[in-house]
């Protein structure tokens, strides 16, 4: 049994290996040729058209096909396997510890092959899943990635369910006047110069808008604690991170036309939920949550979002530990403890001093996002802006393969975007050219606040000045950034 058993080895390792070990030359020579012939091709093919793993990863046409290939090497491994194993024993029946051993081998050359299978197919399920199929409609039109001039009409009425709970209030149909220093947006020269495809000419720039929502024990739907707007420059590593504020009230929302109708009451971190609830005040996407966030930061930026991305707290933490955990350089003393992000766990807790680096695992790093003691709001988004730089300058596409099992099961429990599936790779390739150095960050803290609310002192926003420090900021590089409004960068501040 011990021939058969070598000989089925080699030919596991390499078709034909144990067929030319037994001496069978003509049958060791078809296999060896056989399997050469399917190495030379795909060299020949990495060679003349490189195949990106990530965009394999997404296309369901590329996936058929490799599955196909696995199919075809897996049944030439089992009948080169099979084949020496039969030649090197005696025509009389096996018995049962050489039926167990050659079990044994089919199993080891097979495992690979089904894994292969079973992991292609459960990460293209959960990205298909999770992504979208097409582009998003809900994107407020625009030149460039500056917003476009509103159509020369009235105020737009919202259409079906009336706002709940005096959230929205109407507004003047009178156009507020441009104040600022930089010029009006719709006189605005284009914003790019990247050399490429026209298609990406058009549209140099790609936003995201971040949300972070504290759904979880204890809480009933979902308030947007996190809200930030990431922009991406294609072909400079440039990219500029927005953090807009939870508890802005009296924020224009905005139509699918892109004009402006009643404002809404209530603080800014409660919009998506009531989305959510009046799913009819928000068509053009899959999520009226979602659109009724994306276009109202959009107006209150002045700038378009693409796509969005949400995760709760029991998200984030898996998605954390799933990359290994975060590297964050701290800057100030945090002792603290947030809310738990699922039952049965405790709170996550975090006891950092300024200066030293650290390594966060998931909780960890929840609770320096989440950390509001002996702080402000202010300062919270501050920390989630490095939080996101330190991410983004520590993940690369090797990382995101070696976990993509693990990233592709939470995403599909935990996010939700209107990313198309087709785009995903070249936003993971956006992300990891970022430069912190090139990253310009922005808190629109309290000298962005226009007035208070009587009632309860919520703040109102000075859109004006907010608009003309985005516009700024996509227009000008950090350097310059620093010179004009004190804008810092990632590196710097973080």
């Not at 003349?48 to 793993?53: F, I, N, S, T, Y």
């Not at 369910?161 to 109407?170: I, M, S, T």
């Not at 139509?255 to 009046?278: C, D, I, K, M, W």
């Not at 799933?322 to 996550?348: M, N």
Request: charged content about 20%; glycine content about 8%.
């Amino acid at each position: 049994m011990g021939r058969r058993v070598t000989a089925g080895l080699l030919s596991l390792a390499l078709p034909g290996a144990g067929q030319l070990y037994l001496g069978a030359r003509a049958r060791a020579a078809s296999l060896l040729g056989v399997s050469g012939a399917l190495f030379v091709a795909a060299a020949a093919l990495v060679l003349l058209r490189p195949v990106d793993l990530l965009d394999a990863a997404v296309r369901r046409e590329t996936l058929l096909a490799l599955l196909a290939v696995n199919v075809a090497v897996l049944a030439l491994r089992l009948f080169a396997v099979v084949d020496a194993w039969r030649l090197g024993g005696a025509s009389r029946a096996a018995g049962i510890p050489a039926l167990a051993a050659l079990a044994l081998l089919v199993a080891f050359t097979a495992a690979p092959h089904l894994a292969t299978a079973y992991y292609a197919i459960r990460g293209y399920d959960a990205l298909d899943a999770v992504f979208a199929d097409d582009q998003p409609r809900d994107v407020l039109p625009s030149e460039g990635v500056f917003l476009a001039p509103p159509a020369p009409s009235g105020p737009r009425q919202p259409r079906g369910d009336a706002p709940a709970r005096g959230h929205a209030r109407p507004q003047s149909a009178k156009p507020t006047p441009f104040r600022g220093r930089a010029e009006p947006l719709a006189a605005s020269a284009f914003v790019g110069g990247f050399a490429g495809p026209q298609a990406l000419i058009e549209r140099p720039w790609v936003t995201v808008l971040l949300i972070g929502s504290d759904h979880g024990p204890e809480r009933v739907g979902h308030r947007t604690d996190t809200m930030i707007v990431v922009a991406l420059e294609r072909g400079t590593g440039r990219a500029v991170a927005l953090g807009v504020p939870r508890n802005y009230v009296d924020v224009p929302l905005v139509g699918t036309a892109g004009l402006a109708v009643p404002r809404y009451a209530g603080p800014l971190n409660s919009l998506y939920q009531f989305g959510l609830e009046h799913p009819s005040l928000f068509p053009g996407g899959e999520n009226p949550g979602a659109t009724a966030l994306k276009q109202t930061i959009s107006s209150l930026l002045g700038i378009r979002v693409d796509y969005y991305a949400f995760v709760d707290l029991a998200g984030f933490v898996e998605m954390v530990d799933a990359l290994g955990g975060v590297r964050i350089h701290v800057k100030e003393r945090l002792v603290d403890s947030v809310t738990r992000p699922a039952w049965g766990e405790t709170k996550p807790r975090i006891d950092v001093r300024p200066g030293r680096t650290y390594y966060f695992s998931g909780r960890t790093a929840l609770a320096y996002v989440r950390s509001r003691k002996a702080s402000s709001d202010y300062t919270r988004m501050t920390r989630q802006r490095c939080f996101l730089s330190a991410l983004a300058g520590q993940l690369d596409v090797k990382t995101v393969l070696r976990h993509f099992g693990a990233l592709t099961a939470i995403a599909k429990e935990r996010v939700r975007t209107d990313i198309p599936l087709h785009s995903l790779p070249d936003l993971v390739r956006l992300v990891v050219a970022v430069e912190p150095e090139l990253t310009a960050t922005e808190t629109f803290g309290p000298t962005y606040i226009k007035s208070r609310r009587k009632a309860d002192g919520y703040p109102r926003p000075a859109e004006n000045r907010i608009r003309v420090t985005v516009r700024d900021a996509i227009l000008f590089p950090p350097d310059e950034l620093d010179r004009r409004r004190g804008i810092d960068t990632a590196a710097r501040s973080c």
